[in-house]
């Protein structure tokens, strides 16, 4: 399996990003997709997740009308767009896919891609 992040970059508050993930060696029609996101010195944490379906998502809330996680089941992408960013959304972010069932801890994702820096300057 083998999860390849991209898109993230240097961009000032209040800009957008989009980030892609292209999944391959799953059946990515089948597994939930989510984003976490890794600030320095900090353990990984959720950002947001899309059912196997695409017709349900979560969001953490501090990202809620700001992040918009989709997919695309026929190129086995997910893609997290990311508008009126802010300081506090720095970090390394990383996709993760997990076989049918939902959760927001990293522990429960098997598969991981090798992540995106984001750094959003004031």
């Known amino acids: 399996v083998q999860l390849q992040a991209c898109g993230g970059g240097l961009v000032q508050a209040g800009g957008s990003l989009r980030l892609s993930c292209a999944a391959s060696?799953?059946?990515?029609?089948?597994?939930?997709m989510a984003w976490f996101r890794q600030a320095p010195g900090k353990e990984r944490d959720f950002k947001a997740m899309?059912?196997?379906?695409?017709?349900?998502?979560a969001y953490e809330d501090s990202v809620k009308g700001r992040f918009t996680i989709s997919r695309d089941n026929a190129k086995n992408t997910v893609y997290l767009q990311m508008n009126s960013l802010k300081p506090e959304d720095t970090g390394v972010y990383f996709c993760?896919?997990?076989?049918?069932?939902?959760?927001?801890?990293?522990?429960?994702?098997?598969?991981w891609g090798q992540g995106t820096q984001v750094t959003v300057s004031s």
């Open positions: 993760a896919a997990k076989y049918l069932s939902s959760s927001y801890s990293p522990n429960e994702y098997p598969y």
């Open positions: 060696g799953l059946t990515f029609s089948r597994h939930v």
């Open positions: 899309i059912h196997w379906s695409g017709g349900s998502t």
